[in-house]
């Protein structure tokens, strides 16, 4: 790096041609004459000289005072420029209040030195943000060999914020996860990684899982209409697809009305086997997703056999005579709990929570912005929907989707056992 010209030997060459202009035709030819003995540019002699005298009054200019205050302003201007361009960077790696992993904080202080931004601007931020870090703790970072265990947790680290990310470089469903969802997707991406690990780095990072809120019961119940008997009785487990499903529906406000959701939920799997949202809850909105399950069992080659039962609510919509034929046609029993107690339909109390917990809140992935039409509804939905069955990893399921579920228990049916021989 080139180093700056001394301010006395700049004061010196300007004296001199100060001194002796008048032996020379013109400024630059004294320029030219003082530069080469002292070893000074003619270019940048001359504008040292003109500066004097502006200085001086002798020219026409804005004074050193003025240059000074000028490149102050701008020097601040950068420095304030190159902030809040490392603060943005750092949009998704600072948490007030919570420091974030040693590897993590020199990773981001070398990427923001390969955009060509100063160490020490790069601590000021973090400092300001509530991380404590000096020019010198960075270089002694980079002088001292990183431990293995800072090495794994870079690698673990690196994984968690891959996983709360989508391609589009927004969040994912996953970044819904708490700890434990959290450790069995990273296990399931081949880390051997153990859950306090994975506690304590993502209570480093800041990361929290998403907390349930509380549900609101929709249905009402028609106490005059003949109601089927409750033939579950709290007990909503199966011992394979297709035996026991439950239902129920939701509402969701828009700006054009209330739209009405309704869930049909496989037991066996916590597989949503069907759904549909309508403007009105009448029986058709039920009695479609349960034909939408049907149809979606049948098409996967796993018909429904006579002996489901679809267990819901005393909902006027599930006690109604068409829905009850409905049933009757396709061979499935009817089960209706009790009126007024949420605790006789469980299962499907809780999957509309998580729908609207996870799909429906604001800030959720699955949301672009406001809801505002039965069409926005349905899209959020379906989303929700396949990213439910197909990849969100279930606690109950022994932190798997529901369909790798299933297709494990399909997948031991065709599975042929060989006998076992006799010792001849």
């Excluded at 480093?204 to 249905?219: A, D, M």
Aim: proline content about 4%.
């Amino acid at each position: 790096m080139q180093k700056r010209i001394p301010e006395e030997t700049k004061q010196r060459a300007t004296r001199l041609v100060l001194d002796h202009l008048d032996e020379y035709p013109t400024l630059s030819a004294a320029c030219q004459s003082v530069g080469d003995r002292l070893g000074v540019g003619k270019e940048s002699l001359r504008r040292w000289v003109r500066q004097a005298q502006i200085d001086a009054g002798e020219r026409e200019g804005a004074p050193s005072s003025e240059n000074e205050r000028i490149n102050q302003l701008e020097r601040e201007n950068r420095e304030l420029r190159e902030a809040n361009a490392i603060l943005k960077d750092a949009g998704g790696f600072l948490r007030r209040g919570t420091r974030p992993p040693t590897p993590l904080i020199l990773g981001f202080i070398e990427d923001q030195r390969a955009q060509g931004r100063s160490v020490g601007s790069i601590c000021t931020v973090l400092r300001e943000q509530g991380v404590r870090v000096a020019e010198r703790t960075y270089r002694a970072w980079k002088r001292a060999q990183p431990s293995s265990r800072d090495c794994e947790d870079a690698v673990i680290i690196d994984a968690i914020l891959a996983a709360r990310a989508d391609a589009r470089g927004g969040a994912s469903p996953e970044s819904m996860y708490g700890r434990r969802k959290m450790t069995a997707l990273l296990r399931r991406q081949g880390l051997e990684v153990s859950a306090r690990r994975v506690d304590r780095l993502m209570g480093q990072l800041g990361i929290n899982g998403l907390v349930r809120g509380r549900g609101v019961r929709t249905t009402v119940p028609d106490r005059n209409a003949a109601r089927a008997p409750d033939l579950l009785e709290r007990d909503f487990t199966a011992e394979a697809p297709n035996q026991r499903w439950v239902a129920d529906f939701t509402y969701v406000r828009t700006w054009a009305g209330f739209v009405y959701v309704a869930f049909v939920i496989d037991c066996y799997s916590r597989t949503i086997v069907g759904w549909h949202a309508a403007a009105t809850k009448t029986t058709p909105l039920v009695t479609t997703a349960l034909r939408m399950g049907l149809w979606r069992r049948d098409r996967a080659g796993h018909t429904v056999r006579d002996g489901l039962v679809h267990h819901s609510d005393a909902g006027s919509q599930f006690t109604s005579v068409a829905f009850a034929e409905t049933l009757a046609v396709e061979g499935i029993a009817a089960s209706i709990g009790s009126i007024g107690d949420a605790y006789d339909n469980a299962l499907a109390e809780s999957t509309i929570g998580l729908f609207k917990n996870e799909a429906l809140r604001d800030g959720s992935p699955f949301r672009t912005g406001p809801l505002r039409t039965i069409d926005d509804i349905e899209w959020i939905t379906a989303g929700w929907v396949d990213w439910y069955n197909n990849r969100r990893l279930h606690s109950t399921l022994g932190a798997i989707p529901p369909q790798e579920y299933e297709s494990a228990y399909y997948a031991d049916l065709t599975t042929p056992t060989h006998p076992v021989l006799a010792p001849g």
